[in-house]
């Protein structure tokens, strides 16, 4: 069982980037599928999550409108697309599932991480 994030790297402010989120030994049709973030000497913070049915919720005002959550369940990943990323966006990103809902704050499996550095 596995949780694999990729797609972070260094973009200017302004600029794009797609974040995926990749289940291997199980499906993620059933788990809400869920993205936090870690910014240097801050705690982590959950933002945004996916239900097993599609109902999105993002948590924090400064990602509404730049951020969108989504999923395949064909290809057994979810994904977050992130435009117009501000410095502010620096973080290194986590994605979890869970068979609870999204407003549980409980989570089955945990991916890795991916940093996402955003230059001014």
């Known amino acids: 069982v596995q949780l694999q994030a990729s797609g972070g790297g260094l973009v200017q402010a302004g600029g794009s980037l797609v974040l995926s989120c990749e289940a291997s030994?199980?499906?993620?049709?059933?788990?809400?599928i869920a993205w936090f973030r870690q910014a240097p000497g801050k705690e982590r913070e959950g933002f945004s999550c996916?239900?097993?049915?599609?109902?999105?919720?993002y948590n924090h005002e400064s990602v509404k409108g730049r951020f969108t959550i989504s999923r395949d369940n064909a290809k057994n990943t979810g994904y977050l697309t992130m435009n117009s990323l501000r410095p502010e966006d620096t973080a290194v990103y986590y994605c979890?599932?869970?068979?609870?809902?999204?407003?549980?704050?409980?989570?089955?499996?945990w991916g890795q991480g991916t940093q996402v550095t955003v230059s001014s």
């Open positions: 979890a599932v869970t068979k609870y809902s999204c407003g549980s704050g409980l989570f089955d499996f």
């Open positions: 030994g199980f499906s993620v049709n059933r788990y809400g």
């Open positions: 996916i239900s097993a049915g599609g109902t999105t919720r």
